[in-house]
Every structure is written in C-alpha cells, then in structure tokens.
C-alpha cells in the first residue's frame, strides 16, 4: 500500500494526486479570533481505512471535516469565455465538509484522494505565541489487515498579540426557510422548523453572515410569475372592515434567535415582485375567520387595496422594530434588479414605501448607473461585472453582489472556478471601500423560478439552471445544515478586509493597497487580479507579519 499525505492550503481544490503536487504548508501567522484553514490531503494506490486524531493544545478549538466530493452537473452557460476554471465538464468536485466526529473519525481512500479539512478559529484575547497542532492518521489496509502506517502533519500556529477587528462588512445570503422546512419536511414554524431554523442561523452566522433576509411576508422571490412558494410570513394578519391588526409574535421570536445567533442586521423583504414590480406580493389575511391570499398575483402593484394595507402595515411594523431596538439596522427591499425601464414604476413604490420606512435605509440589486442617478436607491447592491460606473461616483453606501452570470473574469463561488477567485473578494472590497455583500443562494433547494425541489446532493445546478455553486452554500445534514468549502473560504476573504483595516491604522490606507498591488504585480480590479493559488496566502502572510511587527 503506498500512501502520500501532505499538507495543503485551503485554495487548493485537491480531485487527484496530480493536484497535491504543490508548495505543502508547514507554518501560519494568524491574529487572536482569526479563522485559518488547512488541508490534510491523503493519496492511497489501494483500499485504506484511516483513522483521524488530533493533538494539539489548541484541539478545543479545531475542528475537523471530511472533505467529500459532490454532484457538479453544470459548470457555466455555454456563452462564458473565461478559462480561468478547474473544468468545463460535469461530474464531481470537493465542496461538502462533513464533521469528521459524523463519521467516527474516519475516512477511506481508493486508489483516489481524500483530505481532512482542519479549521482553526481561536477566541479573542488568546495570548501570543507559537504552537503545533499535529494531526495523526493510521492508515489501515482493508484487503490486509497487516499493512498499516502511521503518519503525523504539524503545522506551526503562531498567534501574535493582536485581535483581528469585529468584522464590519455587511454580508446577506439569502435565507430561504421555505426549503429548511421542505429539507426537513416539516411543517413551516413548527417547533421542529424553528429548531433548525436556529441552527442554520448559527452556521450563518459562524461563517460571517451578520444580516439576514427577514420575510415579514413570503418574500416574491424567484417563483414563476403565477406560482406560488410556501406561506412563511412571520406576521399574522387581521382584517375587520377597512382595518387591519397585526401579531408579530413570530417576528419577535426571529429577531430573538438573530439575537442568540449574533446577527444584528435585517433584510426586511421585497414589498412589490420581482423584475419590474407588477404585482403586490402573496400576503395572506384572516377575515370574518378564514384565512385567504388577499394580495399576490391577482393584485396589481398600484392597487388602492395594496396601497391602504401598506398603509397600516409599514407603521406599526417600525413601531415593533423600534420596540425591538432594531430599526436602524433594518433594511427594506422595494424590489429586486430594476432597470431603466422600470423608474416609473419604481418611482411609484419608492413613494408610497419610503415615509412610511421611519430610518430603514433602502436597499436594492443595482446594476443600472442611470436608475441609480434617480435616487430612489439608498444603498445600490451592485454586480461584480457592472460596479465600475458606480466606482466612478464614490457611493459611500455601495455594495456589491454576484450571481449566476457572473462568470467572465470576475471573481465567483461556482464549484469549477478555483478557490482563488472566490477569496479574491476581500481584498477587492477593501481596496474599493465596498459596504457590503449580497448574495442569493444561501440554501435554495429549489429548480429555477422553484417549480419544484430538487435534492441538493443529486443537483447543485437547480436542476441545470444555474452553475453548480450558486443557489446554496449549506448542505441540509441529517441533523442540521453542514457547509461548504466554498462558504469557508468566502469567511477567509470577509477576515482578509479586517486584517488589512488593522495594518491600516498603522501604516495608512494608501500604503496597505500599495503593498497588495506590489505583491500582485498589477492593478487591483474586479476583473484584473492574481489567478493563482499563492498570491492571497503569501500577501496576508505579509501584511499579518507588518501588524506584528508595529504591536
């Protein structure tokens, strides 16, 4: 049995052992509260059991994932030119992280690769200092019981006596509780729903989710224009003649478990449908003691009745978030990706949402600089592939987001682009001063516009209708959600902006990015960046090793 085990940096992708024939990494500077990843990787020609074990005294706060590979049925649209990918082709790729414990701390290997995915997230204030973390495998034959080896990887963790700031980038994923509760086949806000609800919050949030998409009413997002997604309105409405009530009980109890979560930001939910703001959205209403879809598709958007209803209903909904100590950190979608032709529209919603918002900021999908210049939009949430017009303008409220057609040479999640392009956001949207980021597919287990579910370990493409990647980040485990690498690194690169805000208080802003550029040999864009696997662990490594040298 010949095994080969070397240790790998978290960008790497590692499908066959031509990948682990790369620079092994054997030491890392990391700042108190930082999250560092690394890859055990392990080739055998045959067969092989390999038990997993971890000495370190850090092991309370390492854990450990199997790194298993998953359906990649649809890598990009036929009319994406970029190169920069792994592969072009279907088949399978690493993404899943399984807690090793899950499987009883063992992994198997086939004449294949398998690695063990160490993830190393040390609280704030931890003392300085330089220590090991070894991780021992034996590796067992199973076709000869007698053919055994053991190996064992250390890696140097030194923590310099800085903490990486409280990350102050916004990021939403949207948080679909219609699929939690269909992945789990439950009824929605069930006691079993709100229990995983809770528990796919507290993975957001470890994975720097800070706000969350809040559906005050079912949110109007991708569903067929006539179909319908599941009811998960949190407020339950009354109406009596031309007055209607509200109970926000379950609104309170969301904001409570955001709370428990440490998630202090609210995505309050489109309040008029999506691509060009036709319809009111599915809000259901009891009256005379039925319960009825009083606004949805049959209701147009400038309708007197949906008008009245808003009304009554934006009021007392700031009553309740102000009662509740959030309404400064809430943000209220009109409706999603308007364009040009949409401004009447728009203008026409803007109106009759924004007196009635208090000090809710407006935020929408942007990628027109022209609907921008109207000003109806507080915080313009802008593609990767249209921002630099919006760059031009210096928005001091600009965000950013990407999704299925963001392919061509911008950085993107989809499980066949290398790693690099996923982490590069960080220090774009540093050098950039981006506010925050947006992003749709947090655990839509859905087919495009949901006509039906799919199953997430059978197609991660929506069933051939988005690359595989982009409508979710979480697996839903048997026993809550379990995340993905690409979720990981995107964590990495949210950390990467803090670690370049600290080295900036001592060295000044303009000098940071110039550190960064000079290391990358080019000009930092969106478009234009290093396409390889060393520049970001080798550019952090330098700018960590500056802090340590200014404290």
């Not at 450990?64 to 190169?83: I, Q």
Request: charged share 25%; aromatic share 12%.
């Amino acid at each position: 049995m010949n095994i080969t085990v070397k240790q790998l940096s978290s960008l790497k992708k590692v499908r066959s052992i031509n990948d682990m024939q790369t620079d092994e990494i054997c030491k890392k500077m990391i700042l108190a509260g930082q999250s560092f990843s690394y890859q055990v990787a392990v080739y055998s020609d045959e067969k092989a059991e390999i038990e997993v074990e971890i000495d370190s005294s850090l092991s309370e706060y390492i854990r450990l994932y199997a790194v298993r590979d998953t359906v990649m049925d649809y890598t990009a649209d036929p009319e994406v030119t970029d190169t920069d990918f792994l592969t072009r082709e279907p088949g399978t790729m690493p993404d899943l992280l399984v807690p090793i414990e899950e499987q009883n701390g063992i992994i198997h290997v086939s004449g294949s690769v398998s690695s063990i995915w160490t993830e190393i997230k040390l609280p704030h204030s931890f003392s300085a200092g330089k220590r090991i973390v070894s991780i021992g495998l034996t590796c067992r034959n199973i076709a000869d019981e007698n053919d055994c080896a053991e190996f064992v990887q250390t890696m140097e963790i030194e923590v310099i006596g800085a903490d990486i700031p409280e990350q102050s980038t916004l990021f939403t994923q949207w948080f679909h509780t219609d699929c939690i509760a269909e992945a789990y086949n439950t009824e929605i806000y069930s006691e079993k729903h709100w229990a995983m609800i809770d528990k796919f919050m507290r993975l957001a949030s470890e994975l720097g989710i800070n706000m969350l998409l809040t559906p005050v009413i079912t949110p109007p997002l991708d569903t067929k224009e006539g179909g319908l997604r599941p009811n998960t309105q949190l407020v339950k409405i009354e109406k009596c003649g031309e007055k209607y009530s509200f109970d926000f009980s379950r609104l309170d109890r969301w904001i409570s478990l955001c709370r428990k979560n440490g998630i202090k930001y609210y995505e309050i939910s489109h309040f008029f449908s999506q691509w060009g703001l036709k319809y009111a959205p599915k809000i259901y209403v009891t009256e005379n003691g039925e319960e009825s879809r009083m606004f949805g598709w049959h209701v147009p958007a400038k309708s007197t009745s949906y008008r009245e209803f808003l009304e009554q209903f934006l009021p007392e909904l700031i009553k309740e978030l102000k009662k509740q100590g959030v309404e400064e950190n809430c943000y209220v979608h009109l409706s999603d990706e308007p364009n040009i032709s949409h401004l009447e529209s728009y203008l026409y919603a803007y109106e009759t949402i924004k007196p009635l918002i208090g000090r809710c900021k407006i935020m929408d999908a942007l990628s027109d600089v022209d609907f921008y210049d109207s000003g109806l939009v507080n915080v313009p949430v802008t593609a990767s592939d249209h921002i630099e017009p919006f760059l031009e303008k210096r928005i001091e409220n600009q965000w950013i987001y990407y999704c299925c057609e963001q392919a061509n040479k911008v950085g993107n999640r989809f499980m066949a682009m290398p790693s690099y392009r996923n982490r590069i956001l960080g220090l774009q949207m540093y050098k950039y001063r981006i506010e925050g980021f947006l992003h749709w597919g947090f655990n839509f287990y859905n087919s495009r516009f949901s006509m039906y579910k799919i199953n997430p370990y059978v197609t991660s493409s929506a069933d051939k209708c988005f690359p595989s990647g982009d409508s979710f980040s979480m697996y839903p485990g048997k026993d809550g959600p379990l995340p993905s690498l690409r979720a990981m690194i995107f964590k990495e690169a949210l950390e990467d902006i803090e670690i370049c805000r600290l080295l900036e208080k001592y060295i000044g802003r303009e000098n940071v990015i110039e550190i960064i550029e000079r290391e990358a040999d080019m000009k930092l864009t969106f478009s234009e960046y290093p396409c390889n696997d060393k520049f970001i662990p080798e550019v952090m490594e330098k700018i960590i090793g500056m802090i340590k040298k200014y404290i």
